[in-house]
């Protein structure tokens, strides 16, 4: 039985986003898990004259609300992203803005998944406006899986690697839970990574040193205590030091992981625009799929 009932994928005839569906399709049961393909029609804009930069002109919407044209685009959809299972799927074609359709359409079907793949945005333009994979995964009261680059095919095949980065203070234990069911279900390795924090000098004169004994004792605890017989291999853990995002990258191309799974601590307020959230930066950079779970979040867990 698959661990999600319903999964939205967010479709845009791109390359990343069909690998995205057919990663869905992977996670999809044949007789329990509904698909949901939704394509999202921006509104054009048309100017009555040619303008200047920074000149005002009067915009006129371009009527696309015909339903010959959604079909037309329906049908697109059918001959683009093709099940290669037996897999109950649905089209959809919406209206306005992308981020906010597909949370819209995701609240209206009650999916459990978010399925995405995204497209990197650089400099000005990210600080912006950010990524539709991004402000999806702000907004979502679901897991998002976001698929960044096709660079390295996504495979959790048994014997394949899921890591699961985690907080010893705070777990998420949505998260948690969702890596080992994956893990178990796809007979894939559970690989726990902790990034412990540097040691902090101050002022050039004294030195913060954390106790690195004191986390693996915790991770070791962790580690036991989500191992099982019902897993096809033993729970591996692994502490390392650095920048949170950073490290977790380097761990997942180290691992040769096929999918990370990790909490999703949303931030506020100029700290976002500062930084953004470990989630955000592992999406970025990441060379396989990021499942990104909200503490919030109802997963369907077997048990």
């Not at 992203?81 to 074609?93: H, L, Q, R, S, T």
């Not at 050039?204 to 986390?215: E, I, K, M, P, Q």
Request: charge should be negative.
């Amino acid at each position: 039985m698959s661990l999600f009932h319903t999964i939205l994928v967010a479709a845009d005839f791109s390359e990343p986003s069909r690998e995205a569906f057919r990663l869905a399709c992977a996670l999809a049961d044949e007789h329990t898990t509904r698909l949901r393909v939704v394509h999202v029609l921006e509104k054009l804009h048309l100017t009555e004259q040619a303008i200047g930069f920074g000149e005002h002109g009067e915009l006129v919407l371009l009527d696309e609300e015909s339903m010959t044209y959604h079909e037309s685009v329906r049908e697109h959809m059918r001959e683009f992203y093709v099940p290669a299972c037996a897999v109950n799927v649905e089209y959809e074609v919406s209206d306005g803005q992308p981020s906010a359709a597909i949370l819209a359409a995701a609240e209206r079907s009650q999916c459990d998944l978010i399925v995405m793949g995204t497209h990197g945005l650089t400099g000005l333009r990210r600080l912006v406006a950010g990524s539709v994979a991004e402000s999806v995964l702000r907004a979502a009261s679901c897991p998002v899986l976001a698929l960044r680059t096709l660079e390295h095919p996504v495979r959790v095949e048994p014997g394949g690697v899921i890591l699961h980065p985690v907080e010893l203070e705070e777990p998420s234990l949505a998260a948690l839970r969702t890596a080992r069911s994956l893990a178990r279900d796809r007979g894939a390795r559970l690989v726990l990574v902790h990034v412990a924090p540097l040691d902090l000098s101050i002022n050039n004169r004294s030195t913060v040193v954390f106790d690195l004994g004191a986390y693996e004792r915790k991770l070791e605890r962790m580690r036991t205590d989500l191992d099982g017989p019902d897993l096809k291999f033993p729970v591996e853990a692994r502490i390392v030091r650095g920048n949170v995002a950073n490290e977790i990258v380097r761990t997942a191309q180290l691992t040769g992981s096929g999918l990370i799974v990790m909490g999703a601590h949303g931030r506020r307020g100029l700290e976002r625009v500062l930084f953004g959230s470990a989630a955000e930066g592992v999406m970025r950079g990441a060379p396989c799929p990021v499942l990104a779970v909200k503490e919030a979040a109802s997963v369907f867990v077997e048990t």
